[in-house]
């Protein structure tokens, strides 16, 4: 599994990276630009991220605008997002709108900060990236 983890506090990016480093290859972007640069890198190089982990609060281009066009760049290339890239959000915003927000936007999962190890894994699991063993 390659993994793209967007995310500019670097205790968060720590946490996240050595929970899914065991699942495979973890690249890093510290803010939302990054992360559709990168994303989009990847497509181009023919080595797609499998998932990608996404802060909302980042500076420079936020979670959800970063979200919205990472799945207008797949749409662009006639990929639905159920064929994409599976974007979890992990933030610490877990109020009704941005959640509303995420999934209007075609994210996979939403977990609310702090990440748990144990749910981090099991939205893997059920997005059918990793075996069940993991």
Known sequence: MKTLIAEDDFTSRLL??????????????????????AFTRSRNDGAPY?????????????????LKEIRSIEEADGILSSSGV???MTTALGDPKNVIDSFMELCDAYIIKPVEKAKLLDAVKTLGLIQADK
């Open 16 to 37: 996240l990276q050595a929970i899914l480093s065991p699942c495979g290859e973890c690249h890093i972007a510290v803010n939302g630009r990054e992360a559709v640069d």
């Open 50 to 66: 499998d998932l990608i982990c996404l802060d909302i609060m980042m500076p420079e281009m936020d979670g959800q605008a970063a």
């Open 86 to 88: 599976k974007i979890i």
